[in-house]
């Protein structure tokens, strides 16, 4: 409680939250400085990824940003090092990443990837997603289940939020959203991703939506290990994309 002025003193708790009640850490706060590193959540990582690569210098592409983020999920210290060896391999002078950058350095397939694997089931090109859903079967271990019905639900949660605003706007008589208020609402940080999320919501009925979100959810719990039979990613994977095509 009474630090000497010339003391340096860290303390680093981990895990979990301290008790901003108990007597610890009002007196930390009172002596000191507190600082609190929460983990990004899901729809934080990529404008985090984007920030922590302009702080670089640099820029980065729509599709360069989703392939990282879908291909290393949440792991601030995987996403760190990966792009800290990224940016070494980058050719001096080099002033914007390109999914080119990402496939060369990071080993990430700019053809067969979850970005690509979304394009193609929202677009309903089926063999696209299909011939996808073969590589990623035959490299399960640089694809994982889990991040790709991630992946997916983010994209069709995105049409089914347009779409509802839509209906609001038709039949309820409401302004639909500029792109700077869907930017918010959607949480995009790239007016180019945003005006394709509203093209492909065109294709899709919500009702549709609805029910193709109620399986990703079944399919997540899958991935993890429920109910799924004892089937393979890439068994399930097949499976859950003929039941989106067939909606």
């Not at 590193?37 to 702080?55: G, K, M, N, T």
């Not at 640089?142 to 038709?170: C, H, I, K, S």
């Not at 509203?198 to 029910?211: C, E, I």
């Amino acid at each position: 409680q009474k630090p000497s002025p010339t003391t340096i003193l860290v303390i680093c708790h981990k895990e979990k939250s301290v008790d901003k009640r108990s007597a610890f850490y009002k007196g930390c706060a009172a002596n000191g400085v507190v600082l609190e590193s929460v983990r990004p959540r899901d729809y934080e990582i990529a404008s985090w990824l984007q920030q922590f690569i302009r702080r670089r210098g640099l820029e980065i592409d729509p599709k360069a940003l989703s392939m990282l983020t879908d291909h290393l999920g949440t792991d601030i210290s995987k996403i760190a090092n990966e792009l800290q060896k990224l940016t070494v391999s980058l050719p001096e002078g080099t002033k914007r990443i390109t999914d080119r950058d990402i496939e060369a350095n990071i080993g990430i397939s700019k053809d067969f990837n979850n970005f690509e694997l979304c394009k193609a089931v929202v677009t309903r090109d089926m063999n696209r997603a299909l011939m996808i859903a073969d590589h990623f079967a035959r490299n399960p271990k640089e694809n994982p289940l889990l991040l790709t019905v991630m992946a997916l639900f983010n994209q069709f949660r995105d049409l089914f939020v347009v779409n509802y605003l839509r209906w609001l706007t038709r039949h309820r008589n409401k302004p639909f959203s500029s792109d700077q208020e869907l930017m918010r609402i959607l949480r995009k940080s790239n007016t180019f991703i945003l005006g394709e999320i509203k093209q492909n919501a065109s294709r899709w009925d919500n009702r549709k939506v609805f029910q193709i979100l109620g399986l990703l959810r079944e399919y997540d719990a899958k991935s993890k290990g429920l109910g799924s039979g004892g089937a393979s990613d890439g068994e399930l994977l097949r499976e859950l994309l003929l039941k989106i095509f067939l909606q």
